[in-house]
């Protein structure tokens, strides 16, 4: 009679264990479908230039970006700062710059400071002249989010340019 207990009980928590298993697994996989893999494979296809089913979805990067950010990675010293333009974008799309050239990045720390940053990238010195002053190494500018933005020689010069990035080194004196 306690054999069959123990064997009662053995055998619902195997089915509990495999219920709790399958479960993570459809849960795991129906978000792996539904949200990851449409943004993985929009990012690929336009990386690649394949066109595709994705190709409807705000695309995440260009070839150009991605292009300055190796250009990047492997033109500057990994302990270098930097600002970017990208930071200013919504959530979900500012962390490309660091992730793509595995610098750091200047993260705004508060509205005070983004509006600041806003101000540096439409041609502000005062604030140009801030971030400076914080440590700033070199600019990252796109040319989409602030077309406008230039950095005088008295304070950077351009090292990087293709047709959507420019690479701004500050100037210390």
Request: net charge negative; with cysteine.
């Amino acid at each position: 009679m306690a054999d069959t207990m123990k064997a009662t009980v053995m055998c619902k928590k195997t089915m509990i264990a495999i219920l709790i298993i399958s479960s993570l697994m459809c849960s795991f996989l129906f978000n792996w479908k539904n949200s990851l893999q449409t943004y993985i494979r929009s990012g690929l296809s336009n990386l690649t230039g394949n066109t595709g089913k994705y190709d409807d979805k705000k695309s995440v990067m260009t070839k150009e970006e991605y292009s300055a950010y190796v250009w990047v990675m492997e033109n500057t010293d990994k302990n270098k700062l930097f600002l970017s333009d990208r930071m200013l974008e919504e959530q979900n799309y500012c962390y490309i710059p660091g992730v793509f050239s595995e610098r750091y990045i200047y993260y705004y720390t508060d509205d005070k400071d983004m509006a600041e940053g806003a101000a540096c990238f439409a041609g502000d010195l005062v604030a140009l002249k801030k971030y400076i002053g914080k440590g700033i190494d070199y600019i990252i500018q796109n040319k989409r989010i602030s077309p406008e933005f230039y950095c005088p020689s008295e304070y950077g010069e351009l090292v990087y340019e293709n047709d959507e990035v420019l690479v701004w080194k500050i100037q210390r004196s």
